[in-house]
């Protein structure tokens, strides 16, 4: 996912270091739209042979998703779905998800788009459109898509996450901004929503409130990787070193794959002088990341007392 810059300096042993550090990564709502099943407003409204064997081919693919997370089998079946009827949306919405989770978001994104064309009240598919375009860091593009689901159903939270998140990409932080202030009004508890916030909060300079949304989304659920993460970064920006250290090592201890988590360990421990540990980061992330693995390795070449520089996170 693409990375935002940010420039800061940080002052260790007499030596003036500019850190850049990256805005913190967003997520994706946890309740995100899944397989469905079968919701009745898009289904044909008449019976018949070749309906209900697509309905049957359906059930199987969804419970092959649901059950099993086998996405490409239930993707084969829900294609075989619509090899018997052609005209059922709910076989090509499931097909179009599937691809979203193979991660053939460029097949996805057709599908989508063909659905909308088809049906243009159905919420779940614009939205799905939307996230397929984000994915493929089609952000301004994703916009529109998301607000005409929003039309359809303007108390979706996921949604609004979403198109929160295509806004900040977009640097139009007030209206993310507001957007998630309204995800939170209809789900006060939904971590993402809060998490999305502080970084988007970041980006507008406002500190503090930032930070007591991280803070809260961290209270709601104490082992979101992201919300480490996403603390640590803000806390290391303010020079609170030791803090922000405890955050970004509980955030890999959690998830030991999350690369951003992983090199911001190596730049905290580096700012710290703490070069072997440092080193013992880097070594994971080059089984992740190579990218940011050469990233970090060059900045261990330079010989400084602070070597690395940036501290990342996905967005």
């Known amino acids: 996912m693409k990375r935002i810059i940010f420039l800061i300096a940080i002052v260790l042993l007499s030596v003036s270091v ?9 997520e994706r709502s946890s309740e995100q739209r ?37 996405y490409k089998q239930a993707a084969d079946l829900f294609r075989r779905a619509i090899d018997k009827d052609p005209t059922c949306l709910i076989c090509r919405y499931n097909l179009g998800r599937s691809y ?11 599908i989508f788009s063909e659905l909308v064309r088809t049906k243009s009240d159905y919420a779940d598919a614009f939205s799905s459109l939307g996230e397929a375009l984000s994915i493929n860091q089609r952000y301004l593009e994703s916009i529109e898509p998301f607000r005409r689901a929003l039309e359809l159903e303007p108390n979706n939270a996921v949604t609004l ?25 209809i789900k006060p508890n939904l971590v993402d929503a809060h998490l999305n916030r502080g970084v988007t909060l970041y980006a507008l300079k406002r500190v503090k409130d930032a930070l007591s949304s991280l803070q809260v989304a961290l209270t709601l659920n104490p082992n979101s990787a992201a919300a480490h993460n996403n603390l640590g970064m803000v806390l290391l920006r ?48 080059e089984k992740l990341d ?16 602070i070597d690395a520089s940036q501290i990342k996170s996905e967005q």
């Open 18 to 26: 500019k850190a850049q550090t990256k805005s913190g990564s967003f």
């Open 34 to 70: 899944k397989i469905s099943f079968n919701p009745a407003e898009n289904l044909k409204a008449k019976e018949s042979k070749s309906f209900s064997e697509a309905m049957e081919l359906n059930q199987e693919g969804i419970e092959k998703a649901l059950i099993e997370k086998d």
């Open 100 to 110: 979203i989770e193979t991660e053939k978001i460029d097949e996805a994104v057709e």
């Open 161 to 185: 996450i979403n198109l929160a998140i295509s806004l900040y990409q977009t640097k139009n932080y007030e209206q993310a901004l507001e957007c998630l202030d309204k995800a939170i009004k």
């Open 238 to 285: 303010q020079g609170k070193r030791k803090e922000a250290h405890k955050h970004l090592t509980e955030a890999v201890r959690i998830n030991p794959l999350y690369k951003q988590a992983v090199f911001n360990l190596a730049t905290s421990y580096l700012i710290r002088g703490e070069r072997d540990e440092a080193r013992k980061q880097l070594n994971s992330l």
């Open 290 to 305: 190579v990218d940011l693995a050469e990233e970090l390795r060059k900045e261990f070449s330079r010989g400084y007392v």
